[in-house]
């Protein structure tokens, strides 16, 4: 498809309802039209199929259009090393939440790559703000495994600090760690060193979970 075709379907599929409600939600600085998430996810599937010249020429301005690119790159069967000068490109355009966990979200690709992603992007520990969440989500989806915890814990201590969504990000994926690995979790969180904002929201997503019991709820009420 050319980039007029892709973008006379992402225009008809826009709703001014949905984009003035996502817009709240999202807090992008980016253009945005309204197109759904499943619209934006079933096009990125097609496109993956049959890119072509699609991560070379098309051109990605728009919230959408740039989810749209990150989300094709993500769901394409190309090698990862392949990827990595277009996703090189893409990052940078980053400006909220949404790009950064949707694009993480179907990137599965990752989890045997979770090494050589780290040695290739540990450099976003030193980027903006969704560049640095970037790097927390990815360690949340593909790296909370017995054998990557310690790694976890290393990184989210290192990026913790000013920026608020990178703080959200990091009290996430500790929360998500409590549900899978809750007593070295609990014991790493006990030995200090985390701020009070992600202290905080940790436990606060922890004790939302369905998947703590009670008694641990209570158990790491007292944390704080």
Same mark, same amino acid.
């Given at each position: 498809?050319?980039?007029?075709?892709?973008? @006379?379907?992402?225009?008809?599929?826009?709703?001014?309802?949905?984009?003035?409600?996502?817009?709240?939600?999202?807090?992008?600085?980016?253009?945005?039209?309204?197109?759904?998430? %499943?619209?934006?996810?079933? =096009?990125?599937?097609?496109?993956a199929r049959d890119s072509g010249d699609?991560?070379?020429?098309?051109?990605? +301005?728009?919230?959408?259009?740039?989810?749209?690119?990150?989300?094709?790159?993500? !769901?394409?069967?190309? %090698?990862?090393?392949?990827?990595?000068?277009? =996703?090189? &490109?893409?990052?940078?355009?980053? @400006?909220?939440?949404? +790009?950064?966990?949707?694009?993480?979200?179907?990137?599965?690709?990752?989890?045997?790559h979770r090494a050589e992603f780290l040695?290739?992007?540990?450099r976003l520990a030193e980027g903006g703000?969704?560049?640095?969440?970037?790097?927390?989500?990815?360690?949340?989806?593909? #790296?909370?495994?017995?054998?990557?915890?310690?790694?976890?814990?290393?990184?989210?201590?290192?990026?913790? &600090?000013?920026?608020?969504?990178?703080?959200?990000?990091?009290?996430?994926?500790?929360?998500?760690? =409590?549900?899978?690995?809750?007593?070295?979790? =609990?014991? #790493?969180?006990?030995?200090?060193?985390?701020?009070?904002?992600?202290?905080?929201?940790?436990?606060? !997503?922890?004790?939302?979970?369905?998947?703590?019991?009670?008694?641990?709820?209570?158990?790491?009420?007292?944390?704080?």
């Amino acid at each position: 498809m050319t980039q007029r075709e892709i973008d @006379d379907r992402l225009v008809a599929a826009a709703e001014e309802k949905y984009r003035d409600f996502n817009a709240r939600i999202v807090r992008s600085q980016l253009p945005m039209i309204g197109v759904r998430a %499943p619209v934006l996810q079933a =096009l990125a599937k097609e496109i993956a199929r049959d890119s072509g010249d699609f991560f070379t020429a098309y051109k990605a +301005h728009t919230y959408e259009q740039i989810l749209l690119y990150a989300l094709a790159l993500a !769901k394409s069967k190309m %090698p990862f090393a392949e990827k990595v000068p277009y =996703l090189d &490109g893409i990052l940078p355009k980053f @400006d909220n939440w949404a +790009h950064v966990d949707m694009t993480l979200g179907a990137f599965g690709q990752l989890k045997k790559h979770r090494a050589e992603f780290l040695e290739k992007y540990a450099r976003l520990a030193e980027g903006g703000e969704f560049e640095q969440r970037f790097l927390v989500v990815f360690l949340m989806d593909y #790296c909370l495994t017995e054998e990557w915890l310690p790694t976890v814990w290393d990184w989210y201590a290192r990026l913790q &600090g000013e920026l608020y969504y990178v703080n959200m990000g990091i009290a996430w994926g500790l929360s998500v760690a =409590l549900v899978k690995f809750y007593e070295p979790t =609990l014991a #790493c969180l006990k030995k200090g060193g985390w701020n009070d904002f992600v202290l905080r929201k940790t436990v606060q !997503k922890a004790r939302e979970s369905y998947s703590i019991s009670p008694e641990r709820k209570e158990e790491l009420k007292r944390l704080l």
